[in-house]
């Protein structure tokens, strides 16, 4: 097993869709984070786990849900999104929550196109 | 406010030509870690080096080197001899002590292309 695995690899879908995305890590890791690549951006942090309590939320819009079930699964919950939405959306760990040394382990993303 | 500043938006060399990587970073922590993370086309990042902000050493592994300079808030990454399979989208990225792990700050990146 990869250490942080991330499905669907690509999703389509409309924006009345109801979709997620699903993350698993394999390291034994504390903290689980949701990142968002759009062309010509930089990384945005969306939203940070800590034992599966969520740390952080970086005013992202509300049609994007997060889940923590465990500190091993992270879900993004996706309803009625925008175009500008479409973007790779990757998961990352780490295994050193509150410290800032600790380097971040990520996955292959899902790559997400919104018609 | 801490920024990462990678002006290098894409880099073409051919094999064996060395490369420099810029990144030039903003934070008023006197306690700060910077990284470099390797993004192929398969999508994920993979982490490269940490310097921490006590450490201006420079360091060298196999054909990457880092400069880090604390003068010039840069922290610059050369890889030496280009091979095709370098090719990638390289981040520089930045985390704070004071904020934690919680909020690493990237760049923009740079996408290099290795031509053989």
């Known amino acids: 097993e990869t250490g942080v695995t991330q499905t669907p690899r690509h999703l389509v879908m409309g924006m009345t869709n109801k979709k997620s995305l699903k993350c698993e890590q394999h390291l034994g890791h504390n903290a689980m984070y949701w990142y968002k690549q759009s062309a010509k951006k930089p990384l945005e942090l969306m939203f940070v786990y800590s034992l599966e309590e969520r740390v952080e939320n970086n005013s992202v819009p509300s049609r994007f849900s997060p889940e923590c079930p465990n500190s091993s699964h992270l879900f993004l919950h996706l309803h009625t999104l925008q175009p500008e939405d479409s973007a790779l959306y990757l998961c990352?760990?780490?295994?050193?929550?509150?410290?800032?040394?600790?380097?971040?382990?990520f996955g292959e993303g899902s790559r997400l196109t919104v018609l | 406010a801490q920024k990462v500043t990678q002006a290098q938006t894409e880099i073409s060399v051919v094999e064996k030509e060395d490369v420099t990587l810029d990144c030039v970073y903003e934070?008023?922590?006197?306690?700060?870690?910077l990284f470099w993370y390797k993004q192929p086309p398969s999508g994920e990042l993979v982490f490269l080096i940490r310097?921490?902000?006590?450490?201006?050493q420079n360091e060298i592994s196999g054909r990457y080197s880092w400069n880090f300079q604390k003068s010039t808030s840069s922290f610059n990454f050369t890889i030496t001899a280009s091979q095709v399979v370098d090719s990638a989208v390289y981040f520089c990225a930045l985390s704070e002590a004071h904020t934690g792990g919680f909020k690493t700050i990237f760049g923009a990146g740079t996408r290099l292309f290795v031509k053989a």
């Open positions: 990352a760990s780490s295994g050193q929550p509150d410290s800032p040394t600790g380097e971040l382990f």
């Open positions: 310097r921490n902000s006590f450490d201006e």
């Open positions: 934070t008023r922590d006197t306690t700060y870690y």
